[in-house]
């Protein structure tokens, strides 16, 4: 008698429906990332790359050299009082620009007049004793010429008037030294420039000995700016300096060198001067030189003890060859670019060409060697190229200008 077996239950529609959803999701991400993917590797149709290119441009670069820097006044002059004294006046307000010679103060002078005047009074007296002591000597020369006096006498009375003479002298001086103490009450701006903040009020007694003095003067128009580049950038520096001073034939401002002022973040540029001078050593402990240029600072947008980052232009590059930063790599043979050049089919191919790169300039890098202006560069889709693969251009872009630089 045959032995009938259990018949297994049918799987229910419910239970594959995951399985089949599962299996759909993988086979729809490997067509994606391995047939049907257009943006992340060859398309379908020809095995192209797709890319982006920009057309190497011919154009003058100017190549600069950044330091960091700190503004300094071309003029910082602390006023203080020449003398001892209560003060009695200030003619100045807080923030002004004065001119060298204005009036600022004034200091209680009834001291120094008093002494003044007696001081002319001693002299007076000395001088009259001068007057006198020079006419007995007179009559002393005519009796000596006579033998009715005695030599002796008369030579008494000559020393007698030189020593009313060094009086008179003394006398004079001290009148001076007291006229000045006099002018010295009147305290005046040593230079021109803009006042700060005061240190003492009227009525206060004041020293000449007071090291915090009265206010501060500093000249903001023009003013100056000090930075330091590395001592490898020396070299660059001084043939810059030469051809200048060559290329002046004599005229002044032809052997300065722009100079440009930027901000901290250097997204703003504050001025732009030329420069002075260099140090004449390199600091042993930091391995820098320092550099000082001169800016007219007219608006005054440059502050002393302001931090500012300081673009020295050492030359401009004429028919540069330029292309976007972004397209050129480091690999092991050195830098290199993609170009997309035309294949014998026509359509184009990635060929990698080793160049020799030059300065940066903002967004372009010059290409000394190994590129031609108006030939392609890829900017993007790098990642997925190698040698004579073939791409597809998806945007034709432009090499930037590079950053603008005065005349």
Avoid at 154 to 176: H, I, N, P, S
Avoid at 184 to 189: D, E, G, M, P, V
Wanted: with cysteine.
């Amino acid at each position: 008698m045959p032995v009938l077996m259990p018949t297994p239950p049918a799987k229910s529609p419910k239970r594959l429906l995951p399985v089949a959803a599962a299996v759909g999701i993988a086979l729809a991400l490997a067509w994606h990332f391995w047939g049907g993917g257009t943006s992340s590797g060859p398309d379908a149709a020809g095995g192209r790359a797709p890319v982006r290119v920009a057309v190497a441009r011919a154009q003058t670069v100017p190549h600069f050299l950044t330091g960091m820097g700190t503004v300094l006044p071309s003029s910082d002059v602390l006023v203080t009082s020449r003398v001892d004294g209560r003060l009695l006046r200030l003619h100045f307000a807080d923030g002004q620009r004065v001119a060298a010679g204005d009036l600022l103060a004034e200091v209680d002078p009834r001291p120094f007049q008093a002494s003044l005047e007696q001081a002319e009074g001693a002299l007076a007296r000395d001088q009259a004793l001068l007057d006198n002591a020079r006419k007995d000597l007179t009559r002393y020369a005519r009796l000596a010429g006579s033998d009715f006096i005695a030599g002796q006498q008369y030579e008494t009375q000559r020393a007698l008037v030189r020593q009313y003479e060094g009086t008179v002298l003394a006398g004079k001086a001290a009148v001076d030294a007291a006229r000045l103490q006099v002018e010295y009450s009147r305290i005046t701006a040593p230079v021109s420039g803009r006042l700060g903040l005061r240190v003492v009020d009227e009525g206060n007694m004041i020293k000449s000995s007071d090291s915090g003095g009265i206010v501060r003067i500093t000249e903001l128009s023009p003013c100056e700016v000090v930075f330091s580049l590395p001592e490898t950038r020396l070299p660059l520096v001084l043939a810059a300096l030469r051809e200048a001073a060559a290329h002046a034939e004599g005229a002044e401002g032809g052997k300065a060198l722009l100079v440009q002022a930027w901000d901290r973040e250097q997204k703003k540029l504050l001025a732009e001067g030329h420069l002075l001078t260099l140090d004449n050593q390199i600091d042993a402990a930091t391995g820098t030189v320092r550099l000082k240029a001169r800016f007219a600072n007219a608006d005054e947008s440059l502050y002393p003890n302001q931090f500012v980052n300081a673009r020295l232009l050492l030359r401009r590059v004429r028919d540069a060859v330029t292309v976007p930063s972004t397209a050129v790599q480091l690999g092991r043979r050195g830098f290199y670019v993609y170009v997309a050049a035309p294949d014998a089919g026509g359509g184009p191919v990635a060929s990698l060409r080793v160049v020799t790169p030059g300065l940066e300039a903002g967004e372009v890098t010059v290409i000394d060697q190994g590129l031609a202006a108006g030939e392609q560069v890829v900017t993007d889709g790098l990642d997925r190229l190698r040698d004579g693969l073939g791409v597809s251009i998806a945007a034709t872009l432009d090499t930037p200008a590079a950053e603008a630089a005065a005349p």
